[in-house]
């Protein structure tokens, strides 16, 4: 039999799941000897057994009467009593914080005889009748489910008839009259009488705060945080202590240090004569704690010294609600601190100072999402800005400019030295050298996963997408957002952490932490205007260092030319895990893959490959040279066609109108031939990968070739290159084996050309489902491993990774299908099955087999805990993201 209370005296901080935030914290801070008014936790088992049988279990009643009883008797007041009455607050408290979410009703225990017993024990006649006039407004509202306009309203007209200007200027006879008057609101709007039994209110109270958990709008808050639906709530029932029962009463809240900078201080809000509520409600102006020691210096010394206690025994920051009832200290909440990233940085290492955590500590409590928070350049948050609309934010940042429609656009006013925002209906790769130049992008369609926002996080750079508002019309050139209408050359700001969009220059704050990253610590410190900034910087400096010392999986970038690789060296990785050579060919260079794929006899093919060899080599020279002595994982072209052909509706178009003019030429009638016979309808699952390379002769073995002629030329240099040739889209041994024995045959004759040993490990991209599967047969032919995590996840779900966001994600994430874009978190049960699949498979052939991961998952903290856990070697994220990888890793291992 389950044991559903639990007494103050009886739980502990660690029992959250059981007890819920609130009440495992009232249990420690009992256990610690903090004065923590009498009190038991309804435990959250007792409430997913109340949502499973429709009723609270019976047992659950009895436990309240014995905990109530054991209340009663401490203290020597009961519930109900017509003298000294005890009175209870009944509060929710879930394991995750929600706040604002659940009930809580105050006072239970009143009734038309014990509120005489209460005006009696304290004395204070109007004390007693508000009180009593607020338990019927609360729980009339929260229990029985009545308008609260119903009794705001009426308190409005009491206070009107009665010539009070606030609620405390009406008498106790007022207050009174509104008691009756509420009563009779209960009896109408209810159908049934104020319950008078205090039990029968504690039962109904209990119930309301089960039932609140699954509120609509608690179900959409938990929806949004990733909290799962099952977990029910705990409820706690607390002896009531007041705080407005006259000036040596109050209520305030307070931290044990500042949570925006960490410093240790006295921080918090004082407000006398008042309960909890008015604090919040904001209608009285609240007092800075510090004042509470001329007002009352013994509560202040008390108060003081529990803010002391919990701290040493948290050995973090925590935030503290308390009462003084007529002088004495009351403790009704603790909870460790929320805080600002900054400020977790700070607190962490300032807490390693003071010899209360260690560093493995201190990294736990500092998250890459805070770190990535601290990273982006910001927009000035107090200058005037005027919002044109607000859509998904795609790559967080903050950057203005101009308007530019196209790539001609963008590259000629950035040549003329503008900042310019790319505004595209949607992007795709043509769209890339726009993208490159742009400060920041904005679409009307797509979502997280779309082009356009994958590749503005892997270029780390500002983008908001899926602006329905938004009309782009190219023939006219008029950019239409929500009525205004704007055109090229017009200045918008878009802030891609919120997704808002804005008119106009907004002023951009810059990172000094980015500046640390990207330069070191002297120059981060330098970009520092104020001591709390160096703090920071030097906060980061040692977490990040600590993170770098502890953690077991390498952190490499994904980086596709020299100067990306370069940036990720600088922010600390140390190697690329993936270089993706298909976009080599974009732009100017795309003809030449339009050559290779339509070559219609060998001849042309081979010509066309021989104009490419050059190239390649180059790009290949500089990157490796970029990332001399690191490993640099290049991968074998792996376009969908479509990304590469002209497309084929537009150059239908083109031929018909030239035969209608008589003018079609040749060429064009040829190429839409070719277009015609090689259309995929679904190109993602076409002709791409290790299928075009065994499709194509020669396609992948200039590649090849070309790495290693640029292996010999920089070892000649006196270089160190380290490249590894990864094929893409594995599904069989086979298919490896075939690429990997002529990649043997063309490394060996151009080492026996130079005179040296080329001994390049040769892996592939473990990205489909078969490959996860038969990895013991891959990892035959295989040094290393990759795993895919996009194109895994796309084929696992059968999602198309380009469609699916906007078409119904949205449907998904609120009808719980999803919690979270499988394409940004790792699906752990489905994609990491597989991934755990061909760790095991690959590694029971080779024990020692290297593998990583360079999906867009591979920058993504609960994913990376996930690749630690399965044993990968490495992760591979967008040069952007490498320090929260390096940050993460050293977490998933501390
Ligand atoms: C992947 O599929 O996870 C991957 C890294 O390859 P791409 O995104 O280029 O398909
Ligand atoms: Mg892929």
Redesign the pocket.
């Known amino acids: 039999m389950p044991q559903y209370v639990y007494r103050f005296s009886e739980g502990s901080k660690d029992q959250k799941d059981l007890l819920g935030g609130k009440g495992a914290n009232l249990a420690e801070m009992t256990k610690l000897g903090l004065p923590v008014p009498p009190g038991f936790t309804i435990t959250t088992e007792a409430c997913r057994a109340y949502m499973r049988d429709g009723h609270v279990p019976p047992e659950l009643r009895v436990e309240v009467t014995m905990a109530v009883r054991e209340i009663e008797d401490t203290i020597g007041r009961r519930l109900g009593d017509f003298h000294e009455p005890l009175l209870v607050s009944v509060r929710s408290g879930a394991k995750f914080s929600m706040p604002g979410m659940m009930e809580t009703v105050l006072n239970i225990g009143l009734n038309d005889a014990s509120v005489k017993g209460l005006a009696e024990f304290s004395g204070d006649e109007r004390f007693a009748w508000d009180s009593y006039r607020r338990l019927i407004q609360m729980f009339g509202k929260t229990v029985l489910g009545i308008d609260g306009e119903h009794f705001a309203h009426t308190l409005d007209e009491k206070k009107r008839t009665a010539g009070a200007a606030t609620d405390i200027d009406l008498t106790a006879e007022d207050l009174k009259e509104l008691v009756a008057e509420f009563k009779a609101i209960v009896q109408e709007d209810a159908g049934r009488e104020f319950p008078q039994h205090p039990r029968e209110q504690l039962d109904m109270a209990i119930e309301a705060v089960f039932d609140s958990w699954n509120t609509e709008r608690a179900r959409l808050y938990r929806r949004r945080e990733r909290i799962p639906n099952d977990l029910g709530t705990a409820v706690n029932v607390v002896t009531m202590v007041f705080g407005n029962l006259g000036d040596t009463s109050g209520t305030g809240v307070c931290f044990t240090r500042d949570p925006s900078t960490g410093h240790s201080g006295i921080y918090g809000d004082y407000l006398a004569n008042a309960q909890g509520e008015d604090v919040v409600a904001g209608i009285r102006n609240t007092l800075p704690l510090a004042e509470l020691e001329t007002l009352d210096k013994k509560s202040y010394d008390d108060l003081r010294q529990a803010m002391r206690r919990l701290e040493t025994h948290y050995r973090d920051l925590c935030d503290i609600e308390f009462t003084i009832e007529r002088g004495k200290l009351w403790m009704l909440q603790t909870r460790v601190g929320k805080r600002t990233a900054a400020a977790a940085f700070r607190i962490a290492t300032q807490l390693v100072d003071e010899h209360l955590i260690t560093m493995d500590e201190a990294i736990s409590r500092c998250t890459g999402a805070q770190l990535s928070q601290l990273l982006f350049p910001q927009f000035d948050g107090e200058a005037e800005r005027h919002l044109l609309t607000k859509a998904m934010p795609a790559s967080p940042g903050a950057a203005v400019g101009e308007i530019v429609l196209d790539n001609a656009q963008a590259i000629e006013r950035t040549s003329a030295g503008a900042k310019v925002i790319l505004v595209r209906r949607e992007t795709n790769p043509d769209d890339l050298a726009g993208m490159i130049v742009a400060d920041g992008i904005l679409t009307a369609r797509g979502g997280k996963t779309s082009h356009a926002a994958v590749v503005a996080r892997g270029m780390g750079k500002c983008a908001v997408v899926g602006a329905e508002e938004l009309d782009v019309d190219r023939v006219s050139g008029e950019v239409r957002i929500n009525g205004t209408v704007l055109h090229a050359g017009d200045t918008i700001a878009i802030d891609g952490s919120s997704g808002e969009v804005f008119l106009g220059e907004v002023p951009v704050v810059d990172s000094p932490v980015m500046i640390y990253i990207s330069s070191g610590l002297e120059a981060g410190l330098a970009a520092a205007e104020d001591e709390a900034t160096k703090e920071l910087v030097h906060a980061i400096d040692r977490v990040l260092g600590h993170a770098d010392d502890v953690r077991r999986m390498r952190v490499r970038a994904n980086a596709d030319t020299a100067e990306d690789a370069r940036r990720a060296r600088d922010r600390g990785a140390e190697g690329i895990g993936l270089c993706r050579t298909e976009h080599q060919f974009l732009g100017d260079r795309r003809v030449y893959i339009e050559h290779v794929v339509l070559a219609e006899d060998d001849e042309a093919r081979l010509a066309a490959l021989e104009e490419l060899l050059p190239l390649q080599r180059t790009d290949f020279v500089e990157l490796l040279d970029a990332m001399d002595s690191l490993p640099t994982t290049i991968r074998l072209i792996?376009p969908p066609l479509h990304e590469f052909l002209p497309d084929l509706t537009e150059l239908a178009v083109k031929v018909a109108l030239a035969k209608e003019r008589g003018q079609v030429e040749e060429r064009d009638v040829k190429l839409l031939a070719a277009v015609q016979r090689m259309h995929e309808q679904n190109p993602m699952l076409g002709l791409r990968g290790v299928r075009l390379g065994l499709k194509i002769p020669g396609l992948f073995a200039l590649q090849i070739r070309a790495i290693a002629e640029a292996t010999v030329e920089l070892r000649k240099a006196g270089k160190n290159p380290l490249p590894e040739i990864m094929v893409?889209?594995v599904g069989s041994m086979r298919e490896l084996q075939i690429v990997r024995e002529e990649a043997v045959r063309i490394l060996a004759e151009v080492g026996a050309a130079a005179g040296v040993t080329l001994d390049l490990p040769i892996g592939c991209?473990i990205?489909l489902p078969r490959a996860a599967l038969t990895a013991h047969r891959i990892a035959e032919e295989a040094d290393f491993f990759s795993f895919?995590t996009?194109?895994l996840t796309q084929t696992t779900w059968g999602f198309s990774r380009d469609d699916v966001e906007g078409a119904f994600f949205a449907d998904y994430l609120e009808n719980g299908v999803l919690t979270i874009s499988p394409f940004e978190t790792l699906d752990a049960d489905g994609v990491g099955a597989l991934v755990v699949s061909g760790v095991t498979g690959g590694r029971s052939t080779k024990p020692h087999l290297h593998m990583g991961v360079c999906g867009e998952h591979g920058g993504d903290p609960e994913s990376i805990h996930f690749f630690h856990d399965a044993g990968l070697d490495y992760v591979s994220c967008s040069p952007f993201r490498v320090p929260i990888a390096r940050l993460e890793a050293g977490r998933a291992a501390a």
């Open positions: 792996d893409p889209l991209m990205e895919g996009n194109d």
